[in-house]
């Protein structure tokens, strides 16, 4: 069974501040996804990195795969209240099945 | 906007009662997933189909569940003489292709078994 790992599983900052949300596993994945959450909504796919070392950049938001794609990081730069939210990774394994963790969430208070 | 809609929103229902809840993705998603998630936690996996095909079913999941894809269109998810336990919300997400798995949910059902 593949087990991601995400920490912190709580993460309180002041608007401004960074922030990085790590995911972990013993288990090497084809691709990993981000997606953020918001109460009572579904998750929304934020990025999908998918080569070993690969670093993407969406505005404040930069991902990172581990070079042996068993791990992730997502940093955020100048948190702002906008970016309050659940953040989960989910790791593709065999059968085009995604395995989530437990996700991170994210409180940027103003 | 995915472009998945699930119907409905919520669901109360007693236990041992059954449910069935429904999920439309849009045309192009050959792909379709549900996930179960609770409170705090990820989602975790149900089934997949790929087209009309129910290819991959969690060893978690009862026989009290059981979902289809007639055409390879909209699912549905039946749950069966419910329980407290099965208390969460139901994600189905859709998607584009063979080899991708990038996701797009639909907003989900949230279950509450009293």
């Known amino acids: 069974t593949q087990l991601l790992e995400q920490s912190p599983q709580f993460l309180s900052i002041q608007e401004g501040e960074n922030l990085t949300v790590y995911c972990n596993s013993s288990s090497v994945f084809s691709s990993l996804q981000w997606y953020r959450q918001e109460p009572g909504e579904g998750p929304v796919l934020l990025v999908t990195v998918v080569t070993g070392g690969e670093v993407k950049k969406l505005k404040r938001l930069t991902f990172q795969f581990g070079d042996a794609r068993k791990d992730s990081s997502l940093h955020i730069t100048a948190a702002q209240p906008g970016d309050t939210g659940l953040y989960l990774c989910?790791?593709?394994?065999?059968?085009?099945?995604?395995?989530f963790g437990g996700g991170t969430r994210v409180l940027v208070k103003p | 906007d995915t472009g998945v809609s699930q119907d409905p929103r919520h669901k109360i229902t007693k236990r041992g009662q059954n449910v069935t809840f429904r999920c439309d993705p849009i045309s192009e998603h050959n792909r379709l997933y549900w996930y179960r998630q609770t409170l705090g936690q990820g989602p975790e996996f149900l089934t997949y189909?790929?087209?009309?095909?129910?290819?991959?079913k969690s060893r978690l999941l009862s026989d009290r569940f059981s979902a289809e894809r007639p055409k390879g269109s909209f699912s549905t998810l039946e749950i069966q003489r419910t329980e407290q336990g099965d208390s969460a919300m139901y994600l189905c997400?859709?998607?584009?292709?063979?080899?991708?798995?990038?996701?797009?949910f639909g907003q989900g059902t949230r279950l509450t078994v009293v």
């Open positions: 189909f790929q087209n009309e095909a129910q290819l991959e």
């Open positions: 989910a790791g593709e394994g065999a059968g085009n099945k995604l395995t």
């Open positions: 997400a859709g998607g584009r292709g063979q080899l991708n798995t990038e996701a797009f």
